[in-house]
């Protein structure tokens, strides 16, 4: 009888053990996985090459207090690409963190479809954009740093981009998480591409196996999902070498949710130098190779 009562505590630990890998194990495609997959890439290269999106991206010109010219002349403080715009095409006066354009004479620039002559492009809160034929543009800070984001809609290399290197479509990198939440308020620290460092919000981790191998990583919130910065050793070689973002469900009330790596997808920064990617915190850079989704780019220049 003492025997049969010892033996308990180990078959309910093996009991619980084998549950735990199979919560973790690979999750069940559907029937027609492969096609969302596709369908999944097609948008995301919609999604890069639009209008106003990452390959379109032509630069970020920083602006010093007080008044700076922009045109496509040599002799502007903010030289936009040659033959875009007029050699001078106005001033944006950055004063006490607000930014007003004064436009120049016989110039064209428009907002929302209307001609204007001045406006103000940030008043602490607001960015409207503005516009001068295939060119947009808008005020992005960085801190007490203000510029011009400054997008070129004639983009023939954007638009003939189909997509990035990506690896053979692997079903076995379509795992099960368990969502594991982090007290109300709690804060990552995260360090971006020029070595500014942000405080996030993290709702909390989600946790996965590897060939039977526990791992987690640190989640952040984003519109359509749980967000994961992450590396892994295949930034040595294949990919990019600051590491992959990706989008995954929001965990159902049982805090159960999806991690496919096979939608894990470049940062900004590897193929716009024009960026300030967020790159994974510590926790978050895996000692172990996730040979799916999308390859570090080529013929694109990052950072």
Request: glycine content about 8%.
């Amino acid at each position: 009888m003492k025997s049969a009562i010892s033996l308990f505590p180990i078959l309910l630990l093996l009991l619980f053990t084998g549950c735990d890998r199979h919560e973790l194990g690979q999750a069940p495609v559907p029937d027609n996985y492969e096609e969302q997959i596709n369908e999944w890439k097609e948008y995301r290269v919609g999604v890069l090459k639009g209008p106003t999106d990452w390959l379109r991206l032509d630069g970020i010109y920083w602006l010093d207090e007080g008044e700076n010219s922009f045109g496509s002349g040599d002799d502007q403080d903010l030289q936009f690409p040659e033959g875009t715009i007029p050699e001078h095409a106005g001033v944006a006066l950055l004063r006490d963190g607000q930014v007003t354009m004064k436009v120049a004479n016989g110039v064209e620039i428009t907002h929302q479809g209307e001609a204007v002559k001045e406006m103000v492009l940030f008043d602490g809160e607001n960015r409207p954009r503005v516009k001068h034929k295939d060119l947009e543009w808008f005020i992005d800070s960085r801190g007490d740093r203000h510029g011009i984001r400054l997008y070129n809609k004639d983009n023939p290399k954007a638009d003939a981009f189909t997509g990035f290197p990506f690896y053979p479509l692997d079903p076995s990198w379509h795992l099960k998480a368990r969502f594991i939440p982090s007290p109300d308020h709690t804060t990552i620290s995260v360090v971006n591409v020029q070595g500014e460092v942000i405080d996030r919000e993290s709702p909390g981790k989600v946790e996965f196996a590897i060939d039977g191998e526990k791992y987690a990583l640190d989640a952040f919130e984003a519109r359509s999902g749980l967000f994961l910065i992450f590396a892994d050793l295949t930034n040595r070689t294949e990919t990019y070498q600051g590491g992959r973002y990706m989008i995954i469900p929001f965990p159902d009330d049982d805090g159960h949710t999806i991690i496919d790596f096979n939608k894990a997808y470049n940062m900004p920064c590897a193929f716009n130098k024009f960026t300030t990617c967020q790159l994974p915190p510590t926790q978050n850079r895996l000692d172990v190779a996730i040979p799916a989704g999308e390859k570090r780019p080529v013929e694109w220049s990052g950072i």
